[in-house]
């Protein structure tokens, strides 16, 4: 292991010990954890955290304000517990001091998230639709400066996605991405990406494919500000959701909270 990877893999053990708690007090050691990508049972979205300047992790909603999480909610899948995990990995890791236990739920639509530098957006497969403000109002966001995380999306949901992107940006192109790109380098330095799992092929056998990483740029030209980054054909929220559990081995979720904290860094300073 690099070392990049012990200190990642100590930042979990010490991060995670309160989540691996919180696991036993749903029955863990038998199966998945409840949560909103845990089963089909629901979750309740707790109310957004008023904004104050730091970091709140914000997951993008599409289709009509629910108020509860589960499965069948695409968009939620893994909330709360795969980003809360994950701010606790960028916390010990960082100087960004995210909020933990609060991230805000937004619409396409919603003001507000021009107040947010970066946004996630899951699963936009075949339920993924804006209406035109919505998507009007996102390409304001992405085009004044915002970063979006696409994940959790794999073989034919793609279509569906590169549809509504071309409401956004009608002329969008997706440009594949390589480890040369400055994202896999602005924080840990990931030398390879080939070796990604994905999480659907190993924890279901879809046999989706190998994860690509693809980018949308600004004016479509590589010179310029990455508005997007793709992760296609795996499911990096759903290692950071079960980090705690023993699920996967501590690599795999090594390297999704790797990609994550590299992501975040990167749209927040470019």
């Known amino acids: 292991m690099t070392r990049h990877g012990r200190v990642i893999a100590i930042a979990i053990g010490a991060a995670l010990l309160i989540g691996t708690v919180t696991y036993g007090q749903f029955g863990g050691g038998q199966g998945r954890p409840r949560g909103g990508g845990g089963n089909f049972g629901a979750e ?95 390409r304001s966001y992405l085009l004044k400066g915002g970063f979006v995380i696409v994940d959790d999306f794999r073989a034919a949901h793609w279509e569906y996605f590169e549809e509504q992107m071309r409401r956004v940006l009608p002329d969008v192109r997706f440009f594949d991405l390589d480890v040369s790109h400055p994202i896999f380098h602005s924080f840990f330095d990931i030398t390879d990406i080939s070796n990604i799992p994905n999480y659907y092929d190993q924890q279901f056998g879809f046999n989706g494919g190998r994860p690509l990483f693809r980018g949308i740029y600004e004016n479509n030209d590589p010179a310029k500000r990455l508005l997007a980054i793709i992760n296609y054909n795996t499911d990096i929220s759903e290692f950071w959701e079960f980090s705690a559990t023993g699920l996967k081995p501590i690599e795999e979720s090594n390297e999704a909270y790797k990609l994550g904290v590299n992501y975040i860094i990167y749209g927040m300073t470019h």
């Open 44 to 138: 309740p979205i707790v109310p957004n955290t008023p904004y104050d300047g730091r970091f709140t992790f914000v997951r993008m909603r599409y289709g009509p304000p629910v108020g509860y999480a589960s499965q069948r909610v695409f968009w939620s899948h893994d909330y709360p517990t795969g980003e809360q995990n994950f701010m606790k990995i960028l916390n010990e890791l960082s100087y960004l001091g995210p909020h933990i236990a609060e991230t805000n739920i937004l619409s396409f639509g919603d003001p507000d998230l021009f107040k947010y530098p970066v946004a996630y957006l899951c699963e936009p497969g075949p339920f993924f639709t804006l209406t035109d403000d919505e998507a009007a109002n996102f």
